[in-house]
């Protein structure tokens, strides 16, 4: 069965007769039988190989096959009992199904991570909440506006202005904490408005949340405390600011008679 | 090539209905496939060795994988070669299990039943009416190797050369290897 190279190989002469090769090729082969006549016998035996082979198999196994109408009504049967019965979530869920839920849990359990392991994972740009508990005077001063005792508390400012975003950023980054969680901070005014303090950058210092002890609630109970004090007519407005600007903690200790904050 | 009905492809089609219950469409369609590919699964997995008896189970069991395939709503692509290949791992099976039984079963001094898938030997009655030719290309069939005799099989049931490799597992050089290595003895045979 060794032919020359000149000629198609069993193998190739299989694959054509088995339509099984790629279209160009098919040509090809096609084109040779045509002008070949020794491939073309060759072609002709495998053909007879096929052929006996296929006498062997059908001839020996068809006549073992059963009618088909048996088997076919037991299938019709046992298909009725299957579809009769409600389907359980495996054949209710289709493999889109499955892949969609599966997609839409991943997406949930990421965000979840996201949000619940951020100090797990930090970001470049976060920053470790720094506490601040003392404003630092080359940037914080204290600034007052200009105002007398009489203009103060001839109406109660509000406790907390609210300070513009813009401004709050400046602060950040003039202390060195621009990629901060804002949350983390609260821009307080040094010498709070209630006691003539300014709008102004160098009376705003970022107040650390996480300060345990002498923390913002601390500092509003002395605001409060010094602006009754003032407009009680026991202590100047002067010496209220400077008090409060120097050292707020001290100025606690001073007029609250304490060295811890009351609760 | 093969003198076989070419299987269309695996489309919905109508199935009168004259039973009580009316069948559902994927009942339908599974039952027309099984009109198109039962005798062709039957033959083959004979063909394999598995008896009658066994190779009617596998059937039906095959198409009621099929089904629940379909109700599950997964892929229709080539279920031609899904349903070969099913049978195929289904008779794989079968021929371990009974295999580990007749080892279990084989009483001491008793000779072991024979392996081979294919094994019709005929009787001598048989020998008589067969001619010689039929006798000796039976033989060659017998002297196959088992994954030879499988690919010959599936290819006379029409599968194409890529369906085979994927029932069988294997590469389409493999089969196409394996199929003119057989054709070969055929001719080698009928050439003494």
Known sequence: ?263 | MFDDKTIPDLAVASVSSTEEAKPTPLEEEVVVLFDQMQARLLRYLLSTGVPLHDGEEIVQEVFLALFRHLQRGKSRRNLRAWVFQVAHNLSVKHYVAKRRDRQNLVEPGEAPVEDSFVDRTPNPEDQLVRNQSHARLQSVLRALPEQDRRCLSLRAEGLTYREIGQVLDMSLGAVALSLGRSLARFARAEER
């Open chain 1, 1 to 263: 069965m060794s032919y020359k190279d000149s000629h198609l190989s069993d193998q190739e002469l299989l694959l054509a007769a088995d339509g099984e090769l790629p279209p160009v090729r098919a040509e090809e082969v096609a084109s040779h039988l045509a002008a070949c006549w020794t491939c073309r016998v060759r072609k002709g035996e495998i053909e007879e190989s096929i052929r006996d082979f296929v006498h062997v198999y059908r001839g020996d196994l068809d006549p073992l096959l059963p009618s088909p109408a048996g088997p076919r009504a037991l299938l019709k049967a046992q298909l009725a009992e299957r579809a009769s019965v409600a389907p359980g979530w495996r054949e209710r869920w289709t493999q889109q199904d499955v892949l969609r839920y599966a997609g839409a849990f991943v997406l949930v359990a990421l965000l979840a991570l996201l949000v619940y392991a951020r100090p797990i994972f930090p970001s470049r740009q976060r920053f470790h909440v720094v506490p601040v508990s003392f404003p630092e005077p080359s940037l914080t001063p204290g600034v007052a506006a200009g105002v007398n005792r009489d203009q103060i508390c001839r109406s109660m400012p509000p406790k907390n202005r609210i300070v513009p975003a813009s401004l709050q950023r400046k602060v950040f980054e003039e202390y060195g904490i621009a990629g901060a969680e804002p949350r983390a901070y609260e821009v307080d005014y040094l010498i709070t408005p209630a006691l003539g303090g300014a709008d102004d950058i160098r009376n705003l210092w970022p107040q650390s949340n996480s300060s345990a002890v002498w923390n913002a609630r601390v500092k509003d109970a002395l605001e409060d405390r010094l602006h009754d004090l003032v407009c009680e007519g026991q202590l100047d407005l002067a010496t209220a600011q400077q008090d409060i600007s120097s050292d707020w903690i001290a100025a606690y200790k001073k007029y609250f008679h304490t060295d811890r904050p009351l609760p």
